[in-house]
């Protein structure tokens, strides 16, 4: 196979484009497609769909302006709690990490729990000591310090109510994620996430879950889901679609379109996801007002989108 395909994402639901000023449509646009070029730069060069889902979601997570990293919402103790899972496609390995503070990037850890700790999933205190042990770059509160996120969560606090990543003007669920093919034919995802603004009980949504927020069979498709997480683990949306790729044989685009516009909705299940399958295919659908996306082929040319 001589193809390769990468698609990403920065969170589904955004600010209405008529509020949203040109500078900050450029400056998420730009931080789209940095994204598409770490992750593109892999796979040009040889290199593995499971390396470039990593790099580009890595540079998602170094961008302040998605809910990942460096851009994680506020919990309810003013705290940062990071989720990030990674898969890969040619033999079903996973990892992932929940409810971790002070790491960078996330989707590192997650991958390090993947290749070297013998599990899938760990989470809190025992995932921040694995990450001691394992030296991967830590940064101090500052370094999360946001003052936009910091004023979404002070008109929260206190309260019983958590907000999506918007809280004023749209709604927008905070997630990055990324799914690629690479030249051998292997697939990969990744997503990684700050959660919900005002989070209690140390919740966690779909993003660590294997199977609802993350999956990738070489057979089917590579997925990565953003929306509201309890509905998307409810209805295990991204191995859903294997499912019905696998077990029905629908093609990528009508097993996404069932899962997003037939099973979501009656869970309140509002958000979307990107895929792409094991011949190159992308798609990207939303069953709300947009989606942060990117996407690049072998073509190197890359697009990005917000909106419809």
Known sequence: MSTFALAIHGGAGTIPKEDMPPTREKAYRQGLEDALKAGHAVLSAGGAALDAVEAAVRSLEDCP??????????????QHEMDASIMSGVDLRAGAVAGVNN??????LARLVMDKSGHVLISGQG????????????????????????????????????????SDG????????????DINGHLAAATSTGGMTNKR???????????AGTYANDASCAISCTGHGESFMRAVVAFDVHALMSYKGLSLAEAVRIVVHDKLPPLDGEGGLIAVDHLGNIVLDFNSSGMYRGQVGADGLFHTAIWR
């Open 65 to 78: 302006l998605f809910n990942a990293g460096r851009g994680a919402v506020f919990n309810a103790d003013g």
């Open 127 to 166: 995932a921040f000591e694995f990450a001691h042990q394992m030296r991967v770059p830590l940064e101090d509160d500052q370094y999360f310090f946001d003052q936009f996120r910091y004023d979404q969560w002070m008109k929260v606090k206190g309260t019983d109510a958590y907000q999506l990543d918007h």
């Open 103 to 108: 790491v960078k990037n996330p989707v590192g």
């Open 170 to 181: 749209g709604k927008k669920f905070g997630t990055v994620g990324a799914v690629a093919l």
């Open 201 to 211: 009980f140390q919740r966690i949504g779909d993003s660590p879950i294997i199977g």
